[in-house]
């Protein structure tokens, strides 16, 4: 186990010495050598994981991968994991925190047929294909930045809050909840897909190591944190955690699974730096999960009602009850 951690160090040295560990970044961002394939933009991470689709997507999330192995699929069914988490419907207004491809709007909007939805996006391209994918759906509506967008928000706006494969990159996660519980109604949901830690390291050079992966991710240290952690911060900004479930398995195996199918059909026609750092990606990936070092969970959480609306449901609970008996 100590060579195995050694020759990973010496991989992850290598990355950032070498000048390829954005890859890690346009991988899970899909955010850096964008280049148009049919007049859409991709990156070339992008491209080998949705070629086979036709028409040609832009997913770019980890999927879920119960019975399925196509990329497209998955990534469908983990945008739709998310959205059965917070009880997506029709009247909801939505708030996407981050959305990493322009399919994932059309989920809400399309399968779900959300009736307004904001979603944030950073990237200048990404929002230029959001637009062009979007322009049948009025109700998208599209603002450039971040999650602290939600800041912008008018005070319980919002029905709904999801952030899909992103929450793990914001730079304060408690600012983001603390946001989130000022635009939500009362009782309003968020359905997050997150890394969690899964217990304390007992050796320090796997500490070091997982450190230095989450530096070059740029995902900051601090959002990597156990469940109990995880619930306190929830619990600071007013939320009450409803389900925490772990879909590693699911989610990283099944992603890593495929980058080794992909690789192995299509090397013939990739570069071969792109090739190697998806390898990496899925070598570290799957090294994190047999060391049992990350959990990869999708989370629901509701909004707690406050002292005054906490009394007025006691007393409608009571009146329905009294109701009830008559009735009877």
């Known amino acids: 186990m100590f060579i195995l951690g050694l020759i990973i160090g010496v991989v992850l040295t290598w990355l950032v010495m070498s000048g390829m560990a954005g890859f890690f970044i346009s991988v899970c961002r899909g955010s850096i050598n964008e280049q148009r394939v049919n007049g859409e933009f991709f990156t070339p991470e992008q491209w080998l994981l949705n070629t086979s689709s036709a028409p040609l997507f832009t997913w770019c999330n980890f999927g879920y991968w119960r019975n399925v192995n196509n990329y497209v699929q998955a990534c469908m069914n983990l945008a739709g994991l998310v959205a059965d988490e917070v009880q997506l419907v029709p009247k909801d207004h939505l708030f996407d925190a981050g959305f990493r491809s322009p399919d994932q709007l059309l989920v809400w909007a399309d399968l779900y047929q959300v009736d307004a939805i904001k979603a944030c996006g950073l990237n200048i391209w990404r929002l230029q294909l959001a637009r062009e994918r979007c322009q049948a759906y009025p109700q998208v509506e599209l603002l450039s930045g971040n999650y602290m967008q939600l800041t912008q928000q008018e005070d319980k706006s919002i029905d709904k809050i999801v952030a899909l494969d992103c929450i793990y990159f914001f730079s304060d996660k408690q600012a983001f909840f603390d946001n989130a519980s000022r635009v939500l109604q009362p009782k309003g949901l968020i359905g997050i897909t997150d890394i969690l830690l899964t217990q304390p390291f007992n050796v320090p050079w796997q ?35 409803i389900s925490c479930k772990d879909i590693t398995t699911d989610v990283l195996g099944g992603f890593c699974d495929w980058v080794q199918q992909q690789t192995n059909t299509l090397k013939a026609s990739i570069a071969m730096n792109v090739r190697l750092r998806l390898k990496i990606l899925e070598w570290i990936l799957r090294w994190l999960i047999q060391n049992n070092i990350i959990q990869y969970v999708i989370i629901a959480a509701e909004l707690k009602a406050a002292d005054g609306e906490q009394d007025e449901d006691k007393v409608n609970n009571i009146v329905t009850e009294i109701v009830t008996e008559d009735d009877a």
């Open 207 to 241: 500490a070091w190591l997982f450190n230095r992966f989450l530096a070059i991710c740029k995902i900051p240290e601090e959002n990597i944190i156990p469940e109990a952690a995880y619930k306190q911060k929830l619990d600071k900004a007013g939320f009450r955690l």
